[in-house]
């Protein structure tokens, strides 16, 4: 942790890639290369350096024109990043989710501030609905201005009348959380959600997890168990929802079943139901309780859920759901 001033923070500004999404831009170039020759492609045309500078403001068509030309047998690689760059997004870093939601419950103002190209943000923002959880996200190639530049972050303190020593900022690169501090603000240099979790404790923005003590249940089609037990893994928030897209698995307590069987499965016969029985104590992913819209206080579920961790399979309806 970095950065220098006595008052309480107030608002955390998030990073996003490869603290809130993970990115490997590897896995665009592994659609037209094979994946060995791909590490010595990136470094023959000094990726990083090419992308900083799309993340900075300059268009993809003028870069991957200059780079074709000085690099004419890799052209249509070159060009794979921008065409395949969905590929590149493969998930959420695991925590920081439930750390985003604890936050928003604290009332904690939450933005995000990410070195990005104008020309690609829409694809993260489309898929990952837990990016609609920050105020506002300043991106970096939509302004001309990138981290870790310290104008970047004065900028986005005065669009969003932030105090610079109220803010913290995190961010997996130690350059950029060193121009966060040269701009006044208090940085934190990502590791992972347990190390940030414990550092945002001691800066008093969050507080002891509050426990979740009596059973929660998720409702879901019973093919869809079968292929997550045959996966290891179950990845999904809801009815056709992946948890990556909702940024957390939805669960409730047992009171609540019936609302969302109503809700999700009334043209299913309860036959093709199975219900999951966690137990929130044992859990490896983080268990938020959340409010949704008004309509109840529900167990959310930030990981994917390990099939090993469920400590039931109850057929729909269960007895005494009410």
């Known amino acids: 942790m970095t950065g220098e001033g006595g008052n309480a923070p107030t608002s955390v500004v998030f990073d996003l890639g490869g603290v809130l999404l993970r990115w490997e831009p590897e896995r665009a ?17 000094d990726f990083f350096e090419w992308n900083r500078r799309r993340d900075a403001g300059m268009g993809f068509e003028l870069g991957e024109q200059e780079l074709a030309e000085a690099f004419p047998a890799d052209a249509a690689a070159v060009r794979a990043y921008r065409q395949y760059f969905s590929h590149t997004l493969t998930g959420l870093v695991e925590g920081t989710g439930a750390i985003l939601a604890e936050l928003q419950r604290a009332g904690v103002r939450l933005l995000a501030l990410t070195n990005w190209s104008a020309e690609t943000f829409s694809v993260a923002w489309n898929r990952f609905q837990i990016l609609r959880r920050f105020e506002h996200i300043l991106v970096s190639g939509e302004v001309g201005l990138a981290k870790p530049d310290p104008a970047v972050f004065e900028l986005l303190c005065r669009r969003h009348h932030l105090t610079p020593a109220e803010c913290v900022f995190v961010d997996d690169s130690a350059a950029n959380v060193a121009g966060a501090a040269k701009a006044g603000l208090l940085g934190i240099h990502f590791r992972d959600a ?50 990556t897209e909702q940024g957390y698995l939805h669960c409730s307590f047992r009171h609540q079943l019936d609302a969302v069987a109503q809700s999700l499965y009334s043209d299913l016969p309860p036959e093709r139901l199975a219900v999951l029985e966690l137990d929130p104590e044992t859990l490896t992913p983080p268990v938020v309780l959340e409010d949704l819209d008004g309509v109840g206080t529900y167990p959310h579920v930030y990981g994917e859920l390990p099939v090993a961790e469920v400590v039931g399979v109850h057929s729909w309806p269960l007895e005494s759901s009410h």
């Open 194 to 243: 347990p190390t940030l979790r414990g550092e945002l404790e001691r800066l008093g923005l969050v507080f002891a997890r509050q426990p979740v003590r009596e059973p929660i249940f998720h409702l879901t089609e019973r093919e869809v168990w079968q292929a997550a037990r045959l996966a290891g893994t179950f990845g999904w928030s809801s009815r056709g929802l992946p948890y």
């Open 29 to 45: 170039f592994e659609q037209v290369l094979p994946s060995e020759h791909v590490p010595a492609f990136m470094s023959r045309i």
